[in-house]
Nanobody
């Protein structure tokens, strides 16, 4: 069983930065890809960024150049550095570990970008 716990969310002004963390229990974290997703009120959950076990990453277009996904397999932790935040980045952010045939999700952390 894997548990994922996100942290680092909060209220930030437009143009500000936050760094989200996703801490995983268990010993399989370093083997599988993981991702960050977000869900804004009234909208579907969307992929923000994904990273392979080897560190290759991919981003949704709207965050390219502003967000950076990373992982430290020795610490069983993944990160999402978010810079130049915009009000439209406001959402609950979730981390996900891709473990076929099932995936694991964290409980989410709220990010609010507002002046």
């Amino acid at each position: 069983q894997v548990q994922l716990v996100e942290s680092g969310g909060g209220l930030v002004q437009p143009g500000g930065s936050l760094r989200l963390s996703c801490a995983a229990s268990g010993s399989i974290f370093g083997i599988y890809p993981m991702g960050w997703y977000r869900q804004a009120p009234g909208k579907q959950r969307e992929m923000v960024a994904v990273i392979t076990s080897g560190g290759r990453s991919n981003y949704t277009e709207s965050v390219k150049g502003r967000f950076t996904i990373s992982r430290d397999n020795a610490k069983n932790t993944a990160y999402l550095q978010m810079n130049s935040l915009k009000p439209e980045d406001t959402a609950v952010y979730y981390c996900k570990l891709f473990v076929p045939p099932r995936d694991y999700w964290g409980q989410g952390t709220q990010v609010t970008v507002s002046s």
